[in-house]
């Protein structure tokens, strides 16, 4: 049974940060790929960032790409997205995902996940 806990969301100021966790368990690792998504009130689920188990290579969404970064801890079973320079914007719930063996061109849609945690808020005030 797969299974995906976040944790590590909460309120911060503008220009903090914060560092989510997901622990993932179930998985043939090095066959994933582990995304970050979120949603906004209101707004549709959108593509944050992503990484490969196997190799460790990273894909960002241009809006977070030079303040996210996604990390994996093999022995833990666990990735990590660093979010600093939080703005406003940034507020939303994030979930973390995983899908088996995805292209480069399928890795930024929400549809390819097969696997979601339950989400973690996210406020960042101004």
């Known amino acids: 049974q797969v299974q995906l806990v976040e944790s590590g969301g909460g309120l911060v100021q503008a220009g903090g940060s914060l560092r989510l966790s997901c622990a993932a368990s179930?998985?043939?690792?090095?066959?994933?790929?582990m995304g970050w998504f979120r949603q906004a009130p209101g707004k549709e689920r959108e593509f944050v960032a992503a990484?490969?188990?196997?190799?460790?290579?990273?894909y960002y969404a241009d809006s977070v790409k030079g303040r996210f970064t996604n990390s994996r801890d093999n022995a833990k079973n666990t990735v990590y997205l660093q979010m600093n320079s939080l703005k406003p914007e940034d507020t939303a719930v994030y979930y973390c995902?995983?899908?088996?063996?995805?292209?480069?061109?399928?890795?930024?849609?929400?549809?390819?996940?097969?696997?979601w945690g339950q989400g973690t808020q996210v406020t960042v005030s101004s």
């Open positions: 995902a995983a899908v088996f063996r995805v292209g480069a061109q399928e890795i930024r849609r929400s549809y390819e996940y097969g696997y």
């Open positions: 179930g998985l043939t690792f090095s066959a994933y790929t």
């Open positions: 990484i490969r188990w196997s190799t460790g290579n990273t």
